[in-house]
Nanobody
Framework: QVQLVESGGGLVQAGGSLRLSCAAS????????MGWFRQAPGKEREFVAR????????YYADSVKGRFTISKDNAKNTVYLQMNSLKPEDTAVYYC????????????WGQGTQVTVSS
């Protein structure tokens, strides 16, 4: 059974930084990509960043481009999200997801980690 465990969330002042981690276990498939999404209260879940598992190619939402960096450690089956210059509007529950090669869709999700940015 696939498990994704996020960590690293917390409370930070505007302009500060946080680093999220997401460790994957139990995979029996090849990975197409891993990504980060977020959901603020009263809003739909939105895409933040993703990284192709083999090539390392990255893609970001415009709202975080230049401030957030996604990276991975294949040996540890872990993906990271370095978040700098945080803004109050970045406040949300952050989820990581994994997209298998067979679907190229995010079929598996972690439980989420809360990020709160105070002004």
């Amino acid at each position: 059974q696939v498990q994704l465990v996020e960590s690293g969330g917390g409370l930070v002042q505007a302009g500060g930084s946080l680093r999220l981690s997401c460790a994957a276990s139990g995979r029996t498939f090849s990975t197409y990509a891993m990504g980060w999404f977020r959901q603020a209260p009263g809003k739909e879940r939105e895409f933040v960043a993703r990284i192709r598992w083999i090539s390392g190619t990255t893609y970001y939402a415009d709202s975080v481009k230049g401030r957030f960096t996604i990276s991975k450690d294949n040996a540890k089956n872990t993906v990271y999200l370095q978040m700098n210059s945080l803004k109050p509007e970045d406040t949300a529950v952050y989820y990581c997801g994994i997209a298998p090669e067979y679907s190229k869709s995010y079929n598996y999700w972690g439980q989420g980690t809360q990020v709160t940015v105070s002004s």
